[in-house]
T-cell receptor
């Protein structure tokens, strides 16, 4: 069965460094999402994306964050200058034909900012 | 703003027994979707069951069923004949109907341990 994949599984970075988290959504899906979960807290919506445009972004998703679909298969989340509070598990998800379709999640990338 | 609350951080159940996980939500919307997602240890979240608020009938999926009480804003998940593979974190989630953004709002999660 097709799955959403994410790389790396764990990323350690120094505060102030840029990181790029990568996701490969399910191949025929058109809608893409990033969520994050700080340890011990709720899973929070970051951003949704369709047709090369952001559909919605949360207030967490400030100017330090950006998303891109650089080719037909990858969907990336970039954090330009990481802060300690960006340490979290980041989940990518995709849905097929509409934002209201079921979202399929990747296994997550654990980001640790030192 | 919508909120989702899962008041049981942890639960356990004996194999083959039935367990119910609670979820309440707050919204002023009349139409919306509700979801239960399961996250096994070190694995990705997968959809367990989905309910559309305008449908009266409670959704079921094999051993999983929901008790959707719209007036009470309650959406509990019942797992019958629990199996060891049901051990996981379970998340309740909300989405506005007709959402053009796909934003899911999650509860805090309930860790379920199925004991042999």
């Amino acid at each position: 069965e097709p799955e959403v994949t994410q790389t790396p599984s764990h990323q350690v970075t120094q505060m102030g460094q840029e990181v790029i988290l990568r996701c490969v959504p399910i191949s025929n899906h058109l809608y893409f999402y990033w969520y994050r979960q700080i340890l011990g807290q709720k899973v929070e919506f970051l951003v949704s994306f369709y047709n090369n445009e952001i559909s919605e972004k949360s207030e967490i998703f400030d100017d330090q964050f950006s998303v891109e679909r650089p080719d037909g298969s990858n969907f990336t989340l970039k954090i330009r200058s990481t802060k300690l509070e960006d340490s979290a598990m980041y989940f990518c998800a995709s849905s097929e034909l509409a934002h209201t379709d079921t979202q399929y999640f990747g296994p997550g990338t654990r980001l640790t900012v030192l | 703003a919508q909120t989702v609350t899962q008041s049981q951080p942890e639960m356990s159940v004996q194999e083959a027994e039935t367990v119910t996980l609670s979820c309440t939500y707050d919204t002023s919307e009349n139409n919306y979707y509700l979801f239960w997602y399961k996250q096994p240890p070190s694995r990705q979240m997968i959809l367990v069951i989905r309910q559309e608020a305008y449908k009266q009938q409670n959704a079921t999926e094999n051993r999983f069923s929901v008790n959707f009480q719209k007036a009470a804003k309650s959406f509990s998940l019942k797992i019958s004949d629990s199996q060891l593979g049901d051990t996981a974190m379970y998340f309740c989630a909300f989405m506005k109907h007709g959402s053009n953004t796909g934003k899911l709002i999650f509860g805090q999660g309930t860790t379920l341990q199925v004991k042999p």
